[in-house]
């Protein structure tokens, strides 16, 4: 290990993120330089890549214990950074489990007087440490995902407001609405969306045409969907005639 790689180690103490761009700007090489670094200092257990650049290993440790072969997928890095910027100082954010929801929190503005609610294990171990408020609804945990729910979470979820919903899915249909493969977390999640003020829906377009098990949302429940630029002209004309904003997440 040479000393770049040493003091790329000692960043990950300090930082949430690397990104390559900035660190060949830092250490004044080339960008396939730091990749190669950021290769090997994955192959040692410090980091794991992510599309752009990487995060101490340490941030992932309970997603990838339940999935051992996960990635970001450009796609997700970019819906999940885009539709973070709809967070503006002072609300109150509720994130629900799932992958692409989790690069919702990754990308967050670090502020303090932002406060997150989530259900998600793997949020709460992205954002700990960090600046802003965050709250852990309690529940039975997930078999299938790091995550928590039931009949005690969905008590506790009454009794709150929040500014913000961030949703995924399982599936979806531009005419009839969101799924879910999972019946009792689509109950979970309807009680999330009537407690949020904005409702925002993040998936890949590749989840449309291919509808789940049971809706937990229709279109008029959703005021935005933020998605990757290969959904279909046919989807998004539905949707914005059903009253949904739709935004398209560029990938680097």
Same mark, same amino acid.
């Given at each position: ?5 040493s003091?790329?180690?000692d960043?990950?103490?300090s930082?949430?993120r690397l990104?390559?761009?900035r660190?060949a700007q830092r250490?004044?090489v080339s960008q396939m330089t730091i990749?190669?670094d950021?290769?090997?200092l994955?192959?040692?257990?410090f /980091?794991?890549?992510?599309?752009g650049g ?9 997603l990838?214990h ?8 450009p796609?997700k ?5 885009l539709a973070?910027?709809?967070v503006?100082p ?7 489990s799932g992958?692409?929801v +989790?690069?919702?929190?990754?990308n967050?503005?670090?502020?303090p007087s932002i ?5 998600s294990l793997c949020v709460?171990?992205e +954002? ?6 965050v ?6 945990a997930?078999k299938?995902f790091?995550?928590l729910?039931g009949? +005690?979470t ?7 407001h929040?500014d913000?919903?961030?949703i995924?899915?399982?599936?979806a ?5 969101f ?5 009792? /977390?689509?109950?979970?999640d309807?009680?999330?969306i009537?407690?949020a003020?904005?409702v925002v829906?993040v998936?890949?377009?590749?989840k449309?045409?291919?509808k789940?098990?049971?809706?937990f ?7 935005? +969907?933020?998605?990757?630029g290969?959904l ?7 949707l ?7 935004l398209?997440a560029?990938?680097?």
């Open positions: 290990m040479n000393s770049r790689q003091k790329i180690i960043l990950l103490q930082e949430d990104e390559v761009r660190l250490f004044s990749r190669r950021l290769e090997l994955q192959a040692d257990g /980091v794991v890549r992510t599309h990487g995060i101490p290993a340490g941030k992932l440790r309970v990838q339940a999935f051992p072969h996960y990635l970001v997928s796609e890095a970019a819906i999940g950074k973070a910027s709809l503006t002072g609300q109150t954010v509720l994130i629900e992958t692409t +989790l690069e919702v929190a990754r967050l503005p670090r502020d406060t997150v609610a989530t259900t709460l171990q +954002l700990y440490g960090g600046p802003m408020q709250l852990l609804f309690g529940g039975y997930r299938d790091p995550s729910y009949p +005690l969905e008590a506790t979820l009454r009794s709150f929040v913000v919903l961030f995924g899915c399982d599936g249909d531009s005419q009839s609405g799924y879910t493969s999972n019946l009792l /977390v689509s109950s979970l309807e009680q999330m009537k407690i003020s904005r829906i998936t890949e377009s590749s449309f045409g291919g789940g098990f049971v809706r949302a229709a279109p008029n429940q959703v005021h935005t +969907l933020v998605t990757d290969r279909s002209a046919v989807d998004r004309k539905n914005v005639e059903g009253g949904v904003n739709v398209f560029e990938t680097e």
